[in-house]
């Protein structure tokens, strides 16, 4: 079982910005697609953006622009820079590999 450990997160004002990442274990990690999901409080974990094994990106509608997912394969890791947050983008972020598990989540908080 992979095993993915997130870091980054935090307390950011409107506009302001933010990198998270998400380390992964094992050896599938450059042949994985991976994704970036949130949750708000009292709503639904939703999808916000995915990276394939061969670079290729998707985002949510509302963060285009603004968000970037990038991979390091040397590294096993994935990014999601966020920059111009807005107060609607506070949630838990959690990081997934596609047929794995989940990372533990990160808070990220937006004040207006």
């Known amino acids: 079982q992979v095993q993915l450990v997130q870091s980054g997160g935090g307390l950011v004002q409107a506009g302001g910005s933010l990198r998270l990442s998400c380390a992964a274990s094992?050896?599938?990690?450059?042949?994985?697609?991976i994704s970036w999901f949130r949750q708000a409080p009292g709503k639904q974990r939703e999808w916000v953006a995915s990276?394939?094994?061969?670079?290729?990106?998707n985002y949510l509608d509302s963060v285009k622009g603004r968000f970037t997912i990038s991979r390091d394969n040397a590294k096993n890791t994935v990014y999601l820079q966020m920059n111009s947050l807005k107060p609607e983008d506070t949630g838990v972020y959690y990081c997934?590999?596609?047929?794995?598990?989940w990372g533990q989540g990160t808070q990220v908080t937006v004040s207006s």
């Open positions: 990276i394939t094994s061969g670079g290729i990106t």
């Open positions: 997934k590999m596609a047929g794995q598990g």
């Open positions: 094992g050896s599938i990690f450059s042949i994985a697609a």
